[in-house]
């Protein structure tokens, strides 16, 4: 059995408990090195092998599932932040299908919601946005032209940008060039929930400097809209007075 496992953000305790589990019980652990935070690996048994999957390509990754499971042993594969966001699983999950070897999913904290955990931040304030838009600019991995940052952008929504941090200036002419004013507040969240975390707000025409001045070019969310400003907000309706719910009948005026 193959457990695909959400490693959390980076701060070894927002793992999930049923993913620390699975961890403690496995025979074969193949973890993202290059964002799952190793400290989890300390919750494996002394006997456990234990892969680092940055190093492998995904022919290897699959044959070590395949050798394990031939061996009836227990395989968690440990993916950073949530499984179903840019987590190539489902080329993996294919190849388990066509093996006939089973596997299972549990969730993990995506680094988005570590990022709004990092600045307190609520994405969907009423008044102002009421989506979150998650994306990536096109970088070697192509983008369908529909979900353009400038496509995408013209929504006015919140947007959060995962795999761009690498190219912020090219980010920001796409969003400047879509019709966003260079003062539109943005957030940028270096390793979120991570002991050497940074995080910073600034507006479209500060960014790509402060991410030069502190050396952030991976790791790294650019999240942009008028939401990151948390200000000029309506109230939530569910708690006004006046209105009622299942739970509450309102007072009327
Ligand atoms: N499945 C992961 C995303 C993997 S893609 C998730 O749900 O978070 C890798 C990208 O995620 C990085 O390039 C970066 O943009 C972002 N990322 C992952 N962990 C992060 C963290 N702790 N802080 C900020 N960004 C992070």
Request: hydrophobic share 40%; charged share 25%; aromatic share 8%.
């Amino acid at each position: 059995m193959i457990h695909f496992v959400g490693a959390g953000p980076g701060a070894v305790d927002l793992i999930t408990v049923r993913g620390k589990k699975l961890i403690e019980e496995a025979d074969v652990i193949i973890y993202a090195g290059s964002l799952v935070n190793p400290e989890l690996l300390k919750y494996a048994g002394k006997d456990t092998e234990i892969y680092d999957s940055a190093k492998l390509t995904l022919d290897q990754v699959l044959g070590l599932m395949k050798a394990a499971d031939d061996e009836k042993k227990n395989v968690v594969r440990l993916h950073t932040g949530d499984p179903s966001i840019y987590g190539a699983i489902r080329e993996q999950m294919d190849y388990l299908d066509g093996e006939g070897i089973p596997y299972d999913t549990t969730p993990g904290v995506s680094s988005f919601c570590g990022a709004a955990a990092a600045l307190n931040m609520e994405y969907t304030l009423p008044g102002i946005s009421q989506s979150v838009i998650i994306t990536r600019m096109e970088g070697r991995t192509p983008v369908p032209e529909r979900e353009s940052v400038e496509a995408l952008s013209a929504h006015g929504a919140t947007m959060v940008f995962f795999l761009s941090a690498g190219d912020i200036g090219r980010l920001v002419e796409k969003l400047i060039s879509s019709g966003r004013h260079k003062d539109t507040p943005c957030a940028l969240v270096y390793k979120a929930t991570w002991d050497d975390e940074m995080k910073f707000v600034c507006t479209l025409d500060t960014l790509e400097k402060t991410a030069l001045d502190y050396g952030i070019n991976k790791t790294a969310l650019i999240i942009v809209g008028e939401t990151v400003a948390q200000t000029g907000y309506e109230k939530s309706r569910l708690y006004a007075p006046d209105f009622s719910t299942g739970y509450r009948k309102g007072q009327e005026s």
